[in-house]
């Protein structure tokens, strides 16, 4: 089984605004529909994989959205550095939460902001990382990742500031499926991936389904979690050996996350 890395969502609200997400947000968020949908969305990943816990800290309320938490690789990890002030603090508990487990820690340079695996997903068939940069990581992060992981990076370019993180706007699915927004990405980043994905294997979403966070989607075998799809995607999904499981996560969008915000595969 997959092991995947999750934060209860004790101390999660809505305290600044750092992204188009949290707008209008401030102290708006639920925390008892908070912890209702992050405890179903556990429950829906732990049928297919072991759920291991980091804790929640007082003041950190985005910890809870370990994807950014690094990226890790055959027991090495990079430790996150993050753009926003406001999330600089849970760095050296992710570092800690890492080496205490025997990890080995890459930190990346100074002047490289980079956010994990809110930023770097991996194709598993393809065995790439496509690499997101323009508002939170840096567009050296794919080639730094390259070295230091001995891996193939895509470097994608955003340029929507509601899909400011890669995982927003791009999933990786299994059969080589790959499920993205166009309109997030630069052109010369859709040409990048439609020369390496072919055409019948790329599945394009609308703004609609984008919006609800179809993209950042947890996929664990034949099962893909998300806070929402239209039915035509849902059919589509299907069509391509993918269940698609559906769990709102609307507390969580208000700080502009969902299920894969909420995880880090650690395999």
Same mark, same amino acid.
């Given at each position: 089984m997959?092991e995947? #890395?999750?934060?209860?969502?004790? *101390?999660?609200?809505v305290?600044? /605004?750092?992204? $188009?997400?949290m ?12 912890r ?14 072991d759920?291991?816990?980091v804790?929640s *800290?007082?003041?950190?309320p !985005? #910890?809870? @959205?370990?994807a950014?938490?690094?990226? $890790?690789?055959?027991?090495k990890v990079?430790?996150?550095? @993050? ?5 600089r603090g849970?760095e050296p508990? @992710?570092r !800690?939460? @890492?080496?205490?487990?025997g990890y080995?820690?890459?930190e ?7 956010e994990g695996?809110?930023?770097?997903? *991996?194709?598993?068939?393809?065995? #790439?990382?496509?690499?997101? *940069? ?5 567009k ?12 193939? =990076? /895509?470097?994608?370019?955003l ?5 400011y993180h890669l ?6 699915l299994p059969?080589g ?17 439609? =020369? ?7 599945i ?5 389904d =984008?919006?609800?966070f ?5 996929a ?10 239209? $039915?035509?995607?849902?059919?589509? #999904? ?8 559906l769990t709102?996560?609307s ?6 996350? =969902?299920?894969k ?7």
């Amino acid at each position: 089984m997959r092991e995947i #890395l999750m934060c209860p969502p004790d *101390h999660f609200g809505v305290a600044y /605004v750092i992204n $188009p997400w949290m707008e209008g947000q401030y102290r708006r968020t639920n925390p008892s529909e908070a912890r209702k949908q992050w405890l179903d969305l556990k429950e829906i990943l732990g049928r297919r994989a072991d759920i291991s816990l980091v804790d929640s *800290h007082p003041g950190l309320p !985005d #910890l809870v @959205f370990t994807a950014n938490a690094g990226l $890790p690789r055959e027991g090495k990890v990079v430790i996150s550095r @993050f753009r926003a002030p406001e999330r600089r603090g849970e760095e050296p508990i @992710f570092r !800690d939460w @890492f080496a205490e487990r025997g990890y080995e820690i890459a930190e990346p340079p100074d002047d490289m902001f980079f956010e994990g695996a809110g930023d770097a997903l *991996h194709d598993e068939p393809r065995d #790439l990382y496509w690499v997101g *940069h323009g508002f939170r990581s840096h567009k050296d992060a794919a080639p730094y990742l390259e070295r230091v992981l001995a891996t193939r =990076a /895509v470097s994608l370019g955003l340029v929507d500031p509601r899909f400011y993180h890669l995982d927003t706007c791009l999933a990786p699915l299994p059969n080589g499926y790959l499920m993205y927004f166009p309109g997030a990405f630069d052109e010369a980043s859709r040409a990048a991936i439609e =020369a390496i994905v072919p055409e019948d294997k790329r599945i394009c979403v609308d703004e609609a389904d =984008a919006e609800g966070f179809c993209c950042n989607a947890v996929a664990l075998g034949d099962m893909v979690v998300m806070n929402d799809a239209s $039915p035509a995607l849902q059919d589509r #999904l299907r069509l391509c050996g993918v269940e698609p499981v559906l769990t709102p996560l609307s507390q969580f969008m208000k700080a502009g996350g =969902a299920a894969k915000c909420l995880t880090l595969n650690l395999d």
